[in-house]
């Protein structure tokens, strides 16, 4: 019984409006840092989350709303096919209401797979070959008899990769020893294994004799032998020489997904180069010989989308007209996106996170289903003000087809497009997890939040900029599309590289700058590593915090490794079980035995200042910072502060990171020296606009330490703060890859004609 009158309305007033279909309904949602957050939604609307990093908008969006939509469309499968899938647990929430179907449209990368291309990822490719298919001239065949992935297509000497394998000898065995002493160096080979046993075992060498005493004869066979029955005793097995193996079993696959071990020796053995058969075009050459109006598929699929575009229009022939209509809206679609510089041949794995989520953003807006609700997660990364319009006219463009549209963004241009705004904080990580404010826009102008405050903010243009220590020179450069470019950068100075998405940017720097010798780049890449790296592993943080605990208890600093005798035996140290499930996502659960704590109960026992060392890894940068106050650990914990990880947890393990958390991380490791060039590829990625100035403070530092300080960026306000601008341009792809401005910010906006001069001009307040 409700004794309280007040509890009573409340609870009334909650149960009433689960009867109107209009609102997606959020009651208690506490997942991750969030307190107990309730708000409406309105559907068929477009709603924009905002709040600084680590305030609780992907907890609300992805790990709650979302999750929960994945979560009971897997029920409605039948037992059988949900034992085959990932058990996904109900988000920690009081209620959820008149959910639709959750579609994430989220930044990950689309997977290193050598056969994925944006064509193959929005279907262009099928339908160009449908075209071919049908009027190209000779005609060879169906469509399958122009696809790369199938026998029928694809060329019969790189099997469709367009690239082909050099193997380096020297990594797969030591020549100078015989097959039972090891000499193959291969992983999954060890002397007595299954595999070894099929080389050795096989009657054509001898297992006792050194590899390089082998006759030419045992040398090819033992190195190139095409899959053969032979029998070992009693078995029947299928010998393959060694190259042969290796190459079918790592040439194909996706690095990403190896094991370390086995990417690191997939480096080391396999060198891709051209394929000399097909010239890297990937299809056979009955596929290259059909044209339609002199041009081949491989011609087609290597075209700029937007030239593309072009020529399909040109294209008439009623048999084919549904084909053509189709093709043009993709193709028109990627060109409207921002992505009209890309080819259909362009490898998925090669491209940023924000130009993969705009690839997948395609297929949506072609897309007949309505009435879903589509999640986005930062859609105008990498976008320039230029491009951002377009972006929004997308987002606009799929609520107006009935959708409920969900966008995690801090881009004013993009909350400014919003229906509805919720904004979390007020700060990050435990001091954050709370709703602000939910309304309209002008509602969060005069509502006095962080966001509210921020919306209107500018930076000014740098009064004095600073005088450069010499230069930086890149004479020549031909990198993709870059047209002989020759330009000084200069030291001891902010630079800012600009540009529309697709100008050259990171061809110029990541091509010319990046790998000379004291160049740090700070970029948003994976880091690499386990399951088990976490912020304090990856900076050395670990280290001073295990030696205080073996200190503080007597006891030796192993103990309080996760990754040494002191790790729980069951989950190895990693605090979850990870059921593998084959084709289909693994699945991770805590683990039982020590309740996610990674470590053993004796462990456990040993403290320091009242805590052990699992509380401690629980903690986040913040509150580390007032728990570690000398040494080694306030030196590392104040440089995590400085780049505005504050929020992260000590033990959160580093593949739930984001892009720009990620490149913070980089950057806080390598802070300590002086001299250095940084090189930062689109560090306000991830960040409030009241972030930015804190961003822009390090930056400051940085430079008045002595370093030069080189940034990718598109955010005017990174702009305006800089001592040198160079903008690349005029357009992308090859209406890209020239200077079009290098000098002050002043300049620019004073004299400038570039879409970036427009911009920036606009943004000081000078249009």
Same mark, same amino acid.
């Given at each position: 019984?409700?004794?309280?009158?007040?509890?009573?309305?409340?609870?009334?007033?909650?149960?009433?409006?689960?009867?109107?279909?209009?609102?997606?309904?959020?009651?208690?949602?506490?997942?991750?840092?969030?307190?107990?957050?309730?708000?409406?939604?309105?559907?068929?609307?477009?709603?924009?989350?905002?709040?600084?990093?680590?305030?609780?908008?992907?907890?609300?969006?992805?790990?709650?709303?979302?999750?929960?939509?994945?979560?009971?469309?897997?029920?409605?499968?039948?037992?059988?096919?949900?034992?085959?899938?990932?058990?996904?647990?109900?988000?920690?929430?009081?209620?959820?209401?008149?959910?639709?179907?959750?579609?994430?449209?989220?930044?990950?990368?689309?997977?290193?797979?050598?056969?994925?291309?944006?064509?193959?990822?929005?279907?262009?490719?099928?339908?160009?070959?449908?075209?071919?298919?049908?009027?190209?001239?000779?005609?060879?065949?169906?469509?399958?008899?122009?696809?790369?992935?199938?026998?029928?297509?694809?060329?019969?000497?790189?099997?469709?990769?367009?690239?082909?394998?050099?193997?380096?000898?020297?990594?797969?065995?030591?020549?100078?020893?015989?097959?039972?002493?090891?000499?193959?160096?291969?992983?999954?080979?060890?002397?007595?294994?299954?595999?070894?046993?099929?080389?050795?075992?096989?009657?054509?060498?001898?297992?006792?004799?050194?590899?390089?005493?082998?006759?030419?004869?045992?040398?090819?066979?033992?190195?190139?032998?095409?899959?053969?029955?032979?029998?070992?005793?009693?078995?029947?097995?299928?010998?393959?020489?060694?190259?042969?193996?290796?190459?079918?079993?790592?040439?194909?696959?996706?690095?990403?997904?190896?094991?370390?071990?086995?990417?690191?020796?997939?480096?080391?053995?396999?060198?891709?180069?051209?394929?000399?058969?097909?010239?890297?075009?990937?299809?056979?050459?009955?596929?290259?010989?059909?044209?339609?109006?002199?041009?081949?598929?491989?011609?087609?699929?290597?075209?700029?989308?937007?030239?593309?575009?072009?020529?399909?229009?040109?294209?008439?022939?009623?048999?084919?007209?549904?084909?053509?209509?189709?093709?043009?809206?993709?193709?028109?679609?990627? /060109?409207?996106?921002?992505?009209?510089?890309?080819?259909?041949?362009?490898?998925?794995?090669?491209?940023?996170?924000?130009?993969?989520?705009?690839?997948?953003?395609?297929?949506?807006?072609?897309?007949?289903?309505?009435?879903?609700?589509?999640?986005?997660?930062?859609?105008?990364?990498?976008?320039?003000?230029?491009?951002?319009?377009?972006?929004?006219?997308?987002?606009?463009?799929?609520?107006?087809?009935?959708?409920?549209?969900?966008?995690?963004?801090?881009?004013?241009?993009?909350?400014?497009?919003?229906?509805?705004?919720?904004?979390?904080?007020?700060?990050?990580?435990?001091?954050?997890?709370?709703?602000?404010?939910?309304?309209?826009?002008?509602?969060?102008?005069?509502?006095?939040?962080?966001?509210?405050?921020?919306?209107?903010?500018?930076?000014?243009?740098?009064?004095?900029?600073?005088?450069?220590?010499?230069?930086?020179?890149?004479?020549?450069?031909?990198?993709?599309?870059?047209?002989?470019?020759?330009?000084?950068?200069?030291?001891?100075?902010?630079?800012?590289?600009?540009?529309?998405?697709?100008?050259?940017?990171?061809?110029?720097?990541?091509?010319?700058?990046?790998?000379?010798?004291?160049?740090?780049?700070?970029?948003?890449?994976?880091?690499?590593?386990?399951?088990?790296?976490?912020?304090?592993?990856?900076?050395?943080?670990?280290?001073?915090?295990?030696?205080?605990?073996?200190?503080?208890?007597?006891?030796?600093?192993?103990?309080?490794?996760?990754?040494?005798?002191?790790?729980?035996?069951?989950?190895?140290?990693?605090?979850?079980?990870?059921?593998?499930?084959?084709?289909?996502?693994?699945?991770?659960? /805590?683990?039982?035995?020590?309740?996610?704590?990674?470590?053993?109960?004796?462990?456990?026992?040993?403290?320091?200042?009242?805590?052990?060392?699992?509380?401690?890894?629980?903690?986040?940068?913040?509150?580390?910072?007032?728990?570690?106050?000398?040494?080694?650990?306030?030196?590392?914990?104040?440089?995590?502060?400085?780049?505005?990880?504050?929020?992260?947890?000590?033990?959160?393990?580093?593949?739930?990171?984001?892009?720009?958390?990620?490149?913070?991380?980089?950057?806080?490791?390598?802070?300590?020296?002086?001299?250095?060039?940084?090189?930062?590829?689109?560090?306000?990625?991830?960040?409030?606009?009241?972030?930015?100035?804190?961003?822009?403070?390090?930056?400051?530092?940085?430079?008045?330490?002595?370093?030069?300080?080189?940034?990718?960026?598109?955010?005017?306000?990174?702009?305006?703060?800089?001592?040198?601008?160079?903008?690349?341009?005029?357009?992308?792809?090859?209406?890209?890859?020239?200077?079009?401005?290098?000098?002050?910010?002043?300049?620019?906006?004073?004299?400038?004609?570039?879409?970036?001069?427009?911009?920036?001009?606009?943004?000081?307040?000078?249009?």
């Amino acid at each position: 019984m409700v004794s309280n009158p007040r509890a009573s309305s409340v609870l009334h007033h909650d149960y009433t409006a689960a009867d109107s279909h209009d609102l997606i309904q959020v009651r208690g949602a506490r997942e991750n840092n969030l307190k107990g957050v309730s708000l409406d939604i309105p559907k068929r609307r477009l709603s924009v989350f905002t709040g600084v990093s680590g305030s609780g908008k992907s907890s609300l969006v992805f790990d709650t709303i979302a999750a929960e939509s994945r979560r009971l469309i897997d029920e409605t499968y039948t037992a059988f096919v949900q034992s085959f899938m990932p058990s996904l647990s109900r988000p920690d929430v009081d209620a959820l209401h008149n959910l639709s179907a959750a579609i994430i449209v989220d930044q990950e990368r689309m997977g290193a797979n050598p056969r994925s291309t944006v064509g193959t990822a929005t279907d262009a490719h099928t339908m160009l070959r449908i075209l071919f298919s049908r009027i190209g001239e000779p005609y060879v065949g169906p469509a399958y008899h122009f696809s790369f992935n199938k026998a029928e297509g694809m060329c019969p000497q790189c099997e469709g990769l367009g690239k082909a394998s050099e193997i380096d000898v020297d990594a797969l065995v030591d020549p100078d020893l015989s097959l039972k002493e090891g000499a193959i160096k291969v992983p999954g080979f060890p002397v007595d294994s299954w595999q070894w046993q099929v080389m050795a075992g096989s009657g054509l060498y001898d297992p006792d004799v050194k590899l390089k005493d082998f006759t030419p004869e045992q040398w090819e066979d033992f190195l190139h032998k095409p899959p053969t029955k032979l029998k070992y005793g009693t078995n029947n097995f299928t010998y393959e020489g060694l190259a042969s193996k290796v190459r079918r079993t790592y040439l194909g696959k996706d690095r990403e997904s190896m094991l370390p071990s086995a990417r690191a020796f997939a480096d080391r053995a396999l060198k891709l180069t051209v394929c000399p058969s097909c010239d890297g075009s990937r299809l056979n050459e009955a596929a290259r010989s059909a044209t339609i109006n002199g041009k081949s598929i491989t011609e087609c699929a290597a075209m700029q989308i937007n030239d593309l575009a072009g020529f399909v229009r040109d294209v008439s022939d009623p048999s084919v007209g549904p084909v053509l209509e189709g093709l043009l809206s993709t193709l028109d679609s990627l /060109v409207e996106i921002g992505l009209g510089y890309l080819s259909l041949d362009r490898e998925s794995g090669t491209l940023s996170g924000g130009e993969a989520q705009r690839v997948k953003m395609v297929r949506h807006l072609n897309s007949s289903l309505t009435d879903v609700t589509y999640v986005f997660d930062e859609p105008t990364a990498g976008l320039h003000p230029h491009d951002i319009q377009r972006m929004n006219n997308l987002l606009l463009q799929l609520r107006d087809k009935g959708n409920t549209v969900l966008v995690v963004e801090h881009k004013p241009e993009t909350i400014a497009i919003a229906d509805h705004v919720a904004d979390l904080g007020p700060g990050a990580g435990t001091a954050g997890g709370q709703l602000c404010y939910a309304g309209d826009l002008d509602g969060l102008r005069a509502s006095g939040t962080l966001t509210g405050r921020y919306l209107d903010h500018r930076v000014r243009l740098r009064e004095d900029v600073r005088k450069p220590a010499g230069h930086l020179s890149i004479e020549g450069a031909t990198l993709h599309n870059l047209r002989d470019v020759s330009v000084d950068i200069p030291l001891g100075v902010l630079t800012v590289i600009t540009g529309v998405a697709g100008s050259g940017k990171s061809s110029l720097i990541h091509g010319y700058v990046a790998g000379r010798e004291g160049v740090v780049v700070a970029d948003q890449s994976p880091i690499r590593g386990s399951r088990r790296s976490n912020p304090a592993t990856y900076t050395g943080l670990l280290d001073p915090i295990r030696a205080a605990f073996a200190k503080a208890n007597g006891v030796k600093p192993g103990l309080f490794s996760a990754n040494s005798e002191g790790a729980c035996p069951t989950c190895k140290g990693i605090g979850l079980i990870y059921t593998d499930l084959a084709m289909m996502a693994g699945v991770a659960s /805590v683990c039982e035995k020590c309740e996610g704590k990674r470590f053993t109960p004796e462990v456990l026992t040993y403290t320091l200042r009242g805590k052990n060392i699992s509380e401690v890894l629980a903690m986040s940068v913040a509150e580390a910072r007032e728990f570690f106050t000398t040494g080694q650990s306030k030196t590392i914990l104040e440089r995590l502060g400085a780049v505005g990880l504050g929020y992260l947890g000590l033990g959160q393990p580093l593949n739930t990171l984001s892009g720009g958390e990620r490149q913070r991380l980089k950057l806080a490791i390598n802070m300590a020296r002086n001299g250095t060039t940084y090189v930062l590829d689109e560090p306000t990625t991830g960040l409030h606009l009241a972030d930015v100035d804190q961003l822009l403070a390090l930056l400051d530092r940085l430079v008045e330490d002595g370093n030069t300080v080189i940034v990718i960026e598109h955010h005017q306000a990174v702009m305006a703060h800089a001592d040198w601008i160079i903008d690349l341009g005029p357009g992308a792809g090859h209406d890209g890859g020239q200077v079009v401005f290098a000098g002050p910010p002043a300049e620019l906006v004073e004299t400038g004609t570039t879409l970036t001069a427009i911009h920036l001009r606009d943004y000081v307040g000078r249009g």
